[in-house]
């Protein structure tokens, strides 16, 4: 379901050319859960934000859903983005000012839902992720772990295909981490393709298939 060909995305950097990703190709099925571990400044972030759409690759080819994404225009990248693709960071990029339940219904907010099938959604969702008493909470009020599970619960209300995420544990203690992980899998387990990038082994090998990277090559 996803497959990438022969993606370079060089960046250049005073005189010098830095390879983000160099020649990587790549095919991962529907329902995997993917993760992908190597150094720091070996291109996990870069290989994540071109299977987002976040970032265009200079050469190459990305397949999602059998469609050449790579060719389309900004604004269509942007409408495949937000029906087919979920996001999670490792700084959980929380709006500061809304409460816990506001958070996770702006994406569909900001897609004109009506109010009604919403808030129904965002019920559901903070009960699926153990929330439902934090609704009125803002993330400052949050621990480091819920405020993970809020941005989560963001990430998968528009009912993603693809869930990416970017050392979500990062920020996290050692027992957040785990259940930060077990709702990711749980995610997964419902059917939602996971594509997890994480360099702590005990978590990595915890998925389907880890994808190693080294220089901006996989292997
Ligand atoms: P990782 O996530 O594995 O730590 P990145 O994907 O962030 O690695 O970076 C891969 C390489 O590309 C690094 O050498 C990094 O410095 C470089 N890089 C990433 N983004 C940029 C950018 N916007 N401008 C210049 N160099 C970048
Ligand atoms: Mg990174």
Redesign the pocket.
């Known amino acids: 379901m996803i497959e990438l060909q022969n993606i370079q ?1 060089t ?3 005073g005189d010098e050319i ?4 160099d020649d990587v190709s790549l095919t991962i099925q529907s329902g995997e859960y993917i993760s ?1 571990m ?12 071109v299977l987002g759409l976040l ?1 265009k690759p200079n050469s190459g080819n990305y397949l999602l859903d059998g469609k050449d994404v790579s060719k389309l225009s900004e604004l269509q990248q942007a409408q495949t983005r937000r029906e087919k693709l979920g996001f999670v960071f490792q700084a959980f990029h929380l709006v500061p000012r809304l409460t816990a339940a506001e958070n996770v219904a702006l994406p569909l907010t900001l897609a004109g839902l009506d109010h009604e099938e919403r808030d129904h959604r965002v019920k559901e969702v903070l009960e699926s992720i153990g929330l439902s008493d934090r609704a009125h909470h803002r993330p400052d009020q949050l621990s480091g772990g819920q405020r993970q599970r809020v941005a989560i619960a963001r990430a998968v209300i528009t009912k993603p295909v693809v869930l990416l995420a ?2 979500p544990t990062g920020n996290l203690d050692h027992p957040s981490s785990i259940d930060v992980i077990n709702i990711l899998k749980d995610l997964n387990k419902q059917g939602i393709t996971l594509i997890l ?1 994480t ?1 702590d082994p005990e978590l990595g090998e915890k998925a389907d298939r880890v994808i190693h ?1 080294i220089d ?1 090559k996989t292997k």
């Open positions: 995305r960046f250049q950097v830095v390879h983000g990703l992908v190597g150094p720091s400044g070996s291109g996990k972030s870069t290989l994540l934000n970032d970017d050392e990038v360099h990277m901006g």
